[in-house]
């Protein structure tokens, strides 16, 4: 490889792998993996097995999965900014298939930059129940915030909190938990070599200490008979079944559960720690023959980055009586409350309930969101042809769908309440890119189709005004056909613009432009 591995990394590799050492460091030479995975939100894997311009060879442990050849770029394809699928490294996809998430349930992605592994859970949930994607990091929020939208999530919220924080508000909450933890890196080390100009000796003791404070905060937020799934993407024992071990050794409603397909990774390694670290002395054989039961991929004996799993089981039992949340259902309603987000001044809110032309009446005239909240009744009736779900919440002039009621996220840093619908301006509705982002086509009441092959899809994708014919606008029935058009790429929505005599006006947003050669 290109740049030197440190000292003390290849040492402890070495005592760690032993006979197997010669054809670890070799994997080195090797070319990292590289794949995408189908988001199942807008398209069947069958579609875009179909539409695919690339070679596409399935990745074992992820049925959405897929690896590509080297030297493709699907990132420089407009299916790529129509949210067809993320770039992933393979080995990134297999905590999210051990968490076995389900339709409806509630599930916290505790360190979620950029996006990844909770736009994965997002296609899981297939639009019901809840997401809450959290990180710490401001600037990494962002691009968490703008993957979900682009990836069409309706179900999700972004924080930027303390897993403690969350913990508060959230006890005993969830059913599924994913902790990605941060940590030194080292299974990164042939894909990124910045991690290995990053890391020290004294890197793994560091992480595990951060690693033991999150990973304690997020069991206090899973339901009885819960499940957790705990990852990294480094090699460190400390990092890894140390961790578990000891965590398993202050909970006692858990235990580690072999992942489902386990034949595809190697066992956990538990005779280092005990030999080499003298701290883990007090821990008990059968916790440590639990440990044995977290799972490695090792870049040398499959296709892809190194990586650590543990799945962690609760065993049902109640341990204490905890406030109950109702995540949003169609239909229901609700009135007052408060809710104080990151980037936005305190404001009142209302639920819409998922009703379009919902009675604003309720809200009284004294209250700020009566008149954004009109202008948005009255957009989604002439505009959508369904009911959205949840609460419509009101931060200053923009307005979200939210799955949670606003007195569930006060006091918290809230990046994002739920889906980003739009802004008022001069009492009028202004739809956002991640309301268009997030339809389907048959859900919007004018629809224009730009094909790739002949360029157009490009051209919108780079913010250009389009001479788009009046034929070419679908609309249904009754419906005008001047106005705001929902613009598909082969069929798969891709943004907003606004038609009038025979121009479509990009509604494109700047920050999201096509910039590919």
């Known amino acids: 490889m290109a740049q030197q591995l440190p000292a003390a990394f290849e040492e402890r590799m070495k005592s760690l792998l032993q006979q197997n050492y010669d054809r670890f460091i070799a994997s080195y030479d090797h070319n990292p993996f590289s794949g995408l995975r189908v988001n199942t939100l807008k398209i069947s894997v069958e579609e875009m097995l179909a539409l695919s311009p690339w070679q596409l060879k399935p990745i074992p442990w992820c049925p959405t999965g897929f690896y590509t050849e080297t030297g493709e770029r699907p990132g420089r394809h407009p299916y790529y900014h129509a949210g067809l699928y993320y770039i992933q490294e393979p080995s990134a996809m297999a905590p999210v298939e051990l968490l076995d998430v389900q339709p409806g349930e509630k599930?916290?992605?505790?360190?979620?930059?950029?996006?990844?592994?909770?736009?994965?859970?997002?296609?899981?949930?297939?639009?019901?129940?809840?997401?809450?994607?959290?990180?710490?990091?401001?600037?990494?929020?962002?691009?968490?915030?703008?993957?979900?939208?682009?990836?069409?999530?309706?179900?999700?919220?972004?924080?930027q909190e303390h897993p403690d924080r969350i913990a508060s508000k959230f006890p005993a909450f969830f059913d599924k938990i994913l902790v990605d933890a941060p940590c030194s890196g080292e299974g990164m080390f042939r894909k990124d070599e910045d991690m290995i100009r990053q890391w020290t000796a004294e890197s793994p003791a560091k992480y595990a200490a951060m690693q033991r404070d999150i990973l304690k905060s997020a069991a206090k937020m899973l339901k009885p008979g819960g499940r957790m799934v705990y990852s990294t993407c480094t090699f460190s024992p400390e990092e890894n079944e140390a961790i578990i071990a000891g965590f398993l050794a202050d909970h006692e409603h858990f235990h580690v559960q072999a992942p489902a397909r386990s034949e595809l990774f190697a066992k956990g390694e538990t005779g280092w720690i005990r030999e080499n670290m003298e701290e883990t002395s007090f821990i008990l054989d059968e916790?440590?023959?639990?440990?044995?039961?977290?799972?490695?991929?090792?870049?040398?004996?499959?296709?892809?980055?190194?990586?650590?799993?543990?799945?962690?089981?609760?065993?049902?039992?109640?341990?204490?009586?905890?406030?109950?949340?109702?995540?949003?259902?169609?239909?229901?309603?609700?009135?007052?409350?408060?809710?104080?987000?990151?980037?936005?001044?305190?404001?009142?809110?209302?639920?819409?309930?998922?009703?379009?032309?919902?009675?604003?009446?309720?809200?009284?005239?004294?209250?700020?969101?009566?008149?954004?909240?009109?202008?948005?009744?009255?957009?989604?009736?002439?505009?959508?042809?369904?009911?959205?779900?949840?609460?419509?919440?009101?931060?200053?002039?923009?307005?979200?769908?939210?799955?949670?009621?606003?007195?569930?996220?006060?006091?918290?840093?809230?990046?994002?309440?739920?889906?980003?619908?739009?802004?008022?301006?001069?009492?009028?509705?202004?739809?956002?890119?991640?309301?268009?982002?997030?339809?389907?086509?048959?859900?919007?009441?004018?629809?224009?189709?730009?094909?790739?092959?002949?360029?157009?899809?490009?051209?919108?994708?780079?913010?250009?005004?389009?001479?788009?014919?009046?034929?070419?606008?679908?609309?249904?029935?009754?419906?005008?056909?001047?106005?705001?058009?929902?613009?598909?790429?082969?069929?798969?929505?891709?943004?907003?613009?606004?038609?009038?005599?025979?121009?479509?006006?990009?509604?494109?947003?700047?920050?999201?432009?096509?910039?590919?050669?």
């Open 107 to 159: 599930v916290l992605d505790l360190c979620a930059a950029p996006g990844g592994k909770s736009t994965q859970i997002a296609a899981k949930l297939k639009g019901q129940g809840l997401l809450v994607s959290n990180d710490l990091n401001a600037e990494r929020t962002k691009a968490l915030a703008k993957n979900l939208e682009l990836y069409g999530v309706r179900n999700g919220v972004v924080l």
């Open 287 to 517: 916790i440590w023959k639990q440990a044995e039961h977290t799972a490695r991929l090792w870049p040398h004996l499959i296709e892809g980055e190194g990586h650590f799993l543990a799945v962690l089981q609760h065993d049902g039992t109640e341990e204490a009586e905890h406030g109950h949340l109702d995540v949003a259902e169609p239909s229901h309603t609700a009135e007052g409350g408060r809710l104080r987000g990151k980037d936005h001044a305190r404001s009142d809110r209302n639920r819409s309930g998922g009703k379009k032309g919902k009675d604003s009446s309720k809200v009284s005239a004294a209250d700020q969101t009566s008149g954004p909240l009109e202008a948005y009744n009255e957009f989604l009736n002439s505009h959508l042809t369904f009911e959205p779900d949840g609460y419509a919440i009101v931060y200053g002039q923009h307005i979200y769908q939210s799955p949670l009621p606003s007195e569930a996220l006060d006091g918290l840093k809230v990046v994002r309440p739920g889906w980003y619908m739009g802004d008022t301006k001069n009492g009028r509705f202004v739809p956002a890119h991640p309301l268009a982002t997030a339809l389907q086509p048959h859900e919007f009441l004018r629809i224009l189709e730009l094909r790739v092959e002949t360029g157009e899809a490009v051209r919108y994708l780079k913010g250009e005004t389009l001479n788009v014919e009046s034929g070419r606008i679908r609309c249904s029935e009754g419906t005008n056909i001047k106005g705001y058009v929902l613009v598909c790429i082969d069929g798969f929505s891709a943004g907003f613009g606004k038609w009038q005599d025979g121009f479509l006006k990009n509604e494109y947003p700047a920050g999201w432009r096509w910039t590919s050669v």
